[in-house]
């Protein structure tokens, strides 16, 4: 059994930062790729960044130059720092994570169950 866990997520003014946390844990032997996705009412889910095995990253347009996401691979742990928040970045911020649970096993793709993020004034 693996589970993600978001958390970090709140109710900030426009221009202000979070960073949001994505906790694994459980049956886990390797983790790969770390990915942030969003989603808003009404709209499809938003890819918003995501962290390889060898590190290399990649960000979103829409948070690029303002989000960040790292990991700390010995706590099990990825991060996504968000800084000048505006208020269309307003979502639930999910977690995924292409985990393996012994040697050999292909990756799997778990997810959690997302963290709301509201920018209002």
């Known amino acids: 059994q693996v589970q993600l866990v978001e958390s970090g997520g709140g109710l900030v003014q426009p221009g202000d930062s979070l960073r949001l946390t994505c906790a694994a844990s459980?049956?886990?032997?390797?983790?790969?790729?770390w990915s942030w996705y969003r989603q808003s009412p009404g709209k499809h889910r938003e890819f918003v960044a995501a962290i390889r095995p060898g590190g290399n990253t990649v960000h979103a347009d829409s948070g690029k130059g303002r989000f960040t996401i790292t990991r700390d691979s010995a706590k099990n742990t990825a991060y996504l720092q968000m800084t000048r928040l505006k208020p269309e970045d307003t979502a639930v911020y999910l977690c995924s994570a292409e985990i393996t649970t012994a040697r050999g096993l292909v990756p799997y793709d778990y997810w959690g169950q997302g963290t709301q993020v509201t920018v209002s004034s």
């Open positions: 459980g049956n886990i032997f390797g983790i790969y790729a």
